[in-house]
Every structure is written in structure tokens, then in C-alpha cells.
T-cell receptor, first 110, second 115 residues
């Protein structure tokens, strides 16, 4: 069974702080995706990483895929209240189901 | 519409009743997925369609759950003899099924409450 563990589970920080969320697995994935979900809505895709060691930047968000394609991290610089939400990593193995991580709930206070 | 839509947005039913949840995928997307999300957790896979056929139904918890996609577009998730443990948000997603990366686009979900 493929499992994705995220840490931390919950993070409460002040506006302007930096943070890193980790996503770890013992399984290899062909690609890994990061989603953000807000209450009452479905997950929204932020980024897809495919190549081991790949780094992608989306404004203040930096995503990295581990060299062995088993883990990933999301780093947010100078967090803002609008970054508040549930962050989910998800591993994909082709055109099949996504295996979602346990989720990290982020709260950024003004 | 441009995105995945799901109806109803909320469904309250009594234990033992039958419910149907509907998903309209993005136009032209051949792959459609159903997930179930419990409070505070990540979505869990239920079933995946490629066209009209169920390519993988390994996530359906038991035979009370069934899904169809008769014309390769709209899908309906059907739950018989509902139980309180079925209460969750049911998410639908679609993808083009043609690119090299499986990027799935999610609907807003249907919140099912079984009393």
C-alpha cells in the first residue's frame, strides 16, 4: 500500500514568517502534485513535479521533488493570510488514482 | 462550464436510504475519478473511469457503493442502504487522460450526511 506522510499536520504562524511542509513516502512515484484546499471547496492543483531533484517556484512557493522521487517539500516565503488552507501532496503513477498525503493545515495570522 | 461541477452540494439522508451523487467533468476529459474525504484528512480514492468503463474500482469500500458513466461524460455515484459511516465529502475529478502527467481537476464536492 502506498502511503504519503505529511509533516507537520498543523502549523500556525504569523504573517511574514517562512515555513516548510514535508511529504514522505517509501514508494516511488512517477510524479507528485501539491494541492491547496479551502473549506467547502475541492483541492486546487498548485504544481506538478516529475523529475527527481526538480525544483519549481510559484511566486513565494518553492516545491522540490526528492532525487529518488519518494519525497517532496513545499517552502513558503513570507507567508500571508491568503496562504491559509489545507495543503495536500499527492503521488501519481500514470493515469490512475492519486494517493494523497495526510494533509497539513496552515493558519497564517495577520 | 469551465470546471468540474457536482450536484447536490449538500445531501442529508437517513440511515438505510439510497442516494445518488452526480459529477459533470470538464468537457473533453476522458478520465474521471471519485474520491471520499473525511474531515481533516486527505481524499481517498474510490473509483476511476477511462471513458465509459471503470478501469479501477479497488477503492470502493463494499458492494453498497456503485458508480456509472454510461456515455463517457457525466458520472453518478450510487450508495445503497446508507450508513452513518458513509458521511463524508465526495469529490469528483477529471483529467484529459492524454498528457504525460496525470493532472486532475476537482469539483467542489458533495457533502453527504447520514443521520
Amino acid at each position: 500500500t502506498q502511503l504519503l506522510e505529511q509533516s507537520p499536520q498543523f502549523l500556525s504562524i504569523q504573517e511574514g514568517e517562512n515555513l516548510t511542509v514535508y511529504c514522505n513516502s517509501s514508494s516511488v512515484f512517477s510524479s507528485l502534485q501539491w494541492y491547496r484546499q479551502e473549506p467547502g471547496e475541492g483541492p486546487v492543483l498548485l504544481v506538478t513535479v516529475v523529475t527527481g531533484g526538480e525544483v519549481k517556484k510559484l511566486k513565494r512557493l518553492t516545491f522540490q521533488f526528492g532525487d529518488a522521487r519518494k519525497d517532496s517539500s513545499l517552502h513558503i516565503t513570507a507567508a500571508q493570510p491568503g496562504d491559509t488552507g489545507l495543503y495536500l501532496c499527492a503521488g501519481a503513477g500514470g493515469f490512475q488514482k492519486l494517493v494523497f498525503g495526510t494533509g497539513t493545515r496552515l493558519l497564517v495570522s495577520p | 462550464g469551465a470546471g468540474v461541477s457536482q450536484t447536490p452540494s449538500n445531501k442529508v439522508t437517513e440511515k438505510g436510504k439510497y442516494v445518488e451523487l452526480r459529477c459533470d467533468p470538464i468537457s473533453g476529459h476522458t478520465a474521471l475519478y471519485w474520491y471520499r474525504q473525511s474531515l481533516g484528512q486527505g481524499p481517498e480514492f474510490l473509483i476511476y473511469f477511462q471513458g465509459t468503463g471503470a478501469a479501477d474500482d479497488s477503492g470502493l469500500p463494499n458492494d453498497r457503493f456503485f458508480a456509472v458513466r454510461p456515455e463517457g461524460s457525466v458520472s453518478t455515484l450510487k450508495i445503497q442502504r446508507t450508513e452513518r459511516g458513509d458521511s463524508a465529502v465526495y469529490l469528483c475529478a477529471s483529467s484529459s487522460g492524454t498528457s504525460g502527467v496525470n493532472e486532475q481537476f476537482f469539483g467542489p464536492g458533495t457533502r453527504l450526511t447520514v443521520l
